[in-house]
């Protein structure tokens, strides 16, 4: 069965950087596309970014220019690379893998990242 496990996550001050990690295990990783999704207290789920088998990228309107996510298949590892973090992005960040419908069939257990002074 497909496991997805992030870390990466923590305390950081506003215009600091984190890199996210998501070591899959249990299926073709190389093979699907791959999310991250946040959740900020209090408020529903809200994609982030996004990369297919191919390697091709897209992120959210309010991520652009400040978040990279990149893949390394050698690994089965999903990155997602946080700068000049703001208060906002503070959240529960989730890896997904897209299924062939595009929707999301597995979810890691979601690692904290809060941006704070």
């Known amino acids: 069965e497909a496991q997805l496990v992030e870390s990466g996550g923590g305390l950081v001050q506003p215009g600091g950087s984190l890199r996210l990690s998501c070591a899959a295990s249990?299926?073709?990783?190389?093979?699907?596309?791959m999310s991250w999704v946040r959740q900020a207290p209090g408020k529903g789920l809200e994609w982030v970014s996004g990369v297919n088998s191919a390697g091709s990228t897209s992120y959210a309107d309010s991520v652009k220019g400040r978040f990279t996510i990149s893949r390394d298949n050698a690994k089965n590892t999903l990155y997602l690379q946080m700068n000049s973090l703001k208060p906002e992005d503070t959240a529960v960040y989730y890896c997904?893998?897209?299924?062939?419908?595009?929707?999301?069939?597995?979810w890691g257990q979601g690692t904290q990242v809060t941006v704070s002074s």
């Open positions: 249990g299926f073709t990783f190389s093979s699907y596309a």
């Open positions: 997904a893998k897209v299924n062939g419908l595009g929707g999301y069939d597995y």
